[in-house]
């Protein structure tokens, strides 16, 4: 696709989903996790998804849906380290370096923008560092509000200074693209398939990019 970086000053890019496959993420919710409650409060594994669905239910879109120190809390269990057993399955989205250094090239400023908690943060740098890459990464943890809110936008733009016209922001989640773009972020770009091991889904009214290689 042709893109016109002329445009912008300013790339924001979520994490999970964007930066790196969502498969990790997925199976550790979905599969890795409730088996490990299931047998720790010796439930069958049908039971233990029901009841970590409902908890997810409960807080999904909200800060605490994102945060690990809350989990680990309402399940009693040490939640960084069970995700840290399967950090194997971490891996990069294609081409996610090449963009990246390209990014640097063409001297455009990056910011990662994640709902990530810090500790998944830091878990996935030590795996995945593309640290190097960005001039600044934030944590919707520190300004207080996920990305799903209006008021995480007034947050972030006030701390880095922002022109949200000039901003370019790339992330999997269609909720928060229309967080974005009520807010007055200019550019905005969807991830089709954020889980290797699933199919691509329709983006719409976003414009979908499969592989970054297509930025570049």
């Known amino acids: 696709m042709n893109f016109s ?16 496959d969502l498969h990790y993420d997925n199976y550790f919710w979905g599969e890795y996790l409730p088996f490990y409650y299931s047998k720790q409060h010796k439930l069958s594994l049908i039971e233990s998804k029901k009841i970590l669905e409902q908890y997810s239910n409960d807080v999904r879109g909200t800060l605490d849906w994102y945060c ?21 399955k971490i891996d990069l989205r294609p081409h996610a370096i090449e963009f990246l250094a390209h990014l640097n090239k063409i001297n455009k400023r990056v910011i990662l923008a994640t ?3 810090p500790k998944t943060l830091e878990l996935k740098l030590v795996k995945k560092d593309f640290s190097e890459y960005f001039d600044a990464m934030s944590s919707s943890h520190d300004l207080g509000y996920p990305k799903e809110e209006q008021e995480y936008w007034h947050a972030l733009t006030k701390k880095f200074d922002l022109d949200p016209k000039r901003c370019l922001f790339v992330d999997d989640s269609l909720p928060i693209l229309a967080s974005a ?11 089709p398939q954020p889980d290797s091991q699933k199919k691509p889904r329709d983006c719409s009214p976003y414009t979908g990019i499969s592989d970054f290689c297509q930025l570049i």
């Open 115 to 117: 709902n990530a908690h």
């Open 5 to 20: 970086w002329d445009l912008v000053d300013t790339i924001l890019l979520d994490m999970d989903g964007t930066l790196l």
């Open 181 to 191: 773009e009520r807010f007055g972020i200019g550019h905005l770009l969807a991830i």
């Open 68 to 88: 690990l120190d809350y989990w680990s809390e309402l399940l009693s269990t040490d939640i960084v380290k069970i995700k840290s057993e399967i950090d194997d």
